[in-house]
């Protein structure tokens, strides 16, 4: 198993410029989620999703939209990059196991600058 | 979800253990402890979790206190590659509530 994989690695913007983080997991696991990470930071949640075709919204949401049609994938969307999104990436994956078993596998990153 | 506090580093010789504390002194009864730890600029790695017991497994102990308001991480046998920023977090088990709050984590250098 490839596990979660991130594409880009990395990524340049210019202010106002749109992409897509793409995301895919092949651990046949229903959840999903996007973090960021500002330098010296913690992980915070932007949307997770808990099966195909359901998101939610995490504790940053704004300026950032997702979509989940397959159990795969699940892409990460700016519309109109700002600086204060520059920030690492992170994808995860997680089933749900018995006894509160819930261990997310994270993807290697995107690393996004927004100039 | 319950807040952790940790302390902003740590240091640990290489082939001591490592015993990394966390006050979650405001977690519930249904909450579980999990740790992640991230090497720099990589993707978070799960350690281990508990909600009660003591835990192990090939990678580190989890101790939690009687009362649940805090716990330690144990890494038996610290080596240079255990250099890394480790995260304790409380996690609600509940339904389809699967957010995670991270905090600042400890970096921990485990000097030879």
């Known amino acids: 198993n490839a596990g979660v994989t991130q594409t880009p690695k990395f990524r340049i913007l210019k202010i106002g410029q749109s992409m897509t983080l793409q995301c895919t997991q092949d651990?046949?696991?229903?959840?999903m989620y996007w973090y960021r990470q500002d330098p010296g930071m913690g992980l915070k949640l932007i949307y997770y999703?808990?099966?195909?075709?359901?998101?939610d919204k995490g504790e940053v949401p704004n300026g950032y939209n997702v979509s989940r049609s397959t159990t795969e994938d699940f892409p990460l969307r700016l519309e109109l990059a700002a600086p204060s999104q520059t920030s690492v990436y992170f994808c995860?994956?997680?089933?749900?196991?018995?006894?509160?078993?819930?261990?997310?596998?994270f993807g290697p990153g995107t690393r996004l600058t927004v100039l | 979800d319950a807040k952790t506090t940790q302390p902003p580093s740590m240091d640990c010789a290489e082939g001591r253990a490592a015993n990394l504390p966390c006050n979650h002194s405001?977690?519930?009864?249904?909450?579980?402890v999990y740790w992640y730890r991230q090497i720099h600029s990589q993707g978070p790695q799960y350690i281990i979790h508990?909600?009660?017991?003591?835990e192990t497994n090939e990678m580190a102990s989890l101790i939690i206190t009687e009362d649940r308001k805090s716990s330690t991480l144990i890494l038996p046998h610290a080596t240079l590659r255990d250099t890394a920023v480790y995260y304790c977090?409380?996690?609600?088990?509940?339904?389809?509530?699967?957010?995670?709050?991270w905090g600042l984590g400890t970096s921990l250098a485990v000097n030879p």
């Open positions: 995860a994956s997680s089933d749900r196991g018995g006894s509160g078993t819930d261990t997310q596998y």
């Open positions: 651990m046949n696991h229903n959840y």
């Open positions: 999703s808990v099966g195909a075709g359901i998101t």
């Open positions: 405001t977690i519930s009864g249904n909450e579980y």
């Open positions: 508990g909600l009660k017991n003591n």
């Open positions: 977090i409380v996690r609600l088990d509940a339904g389809n509530n699967r957010k995670l709050i």
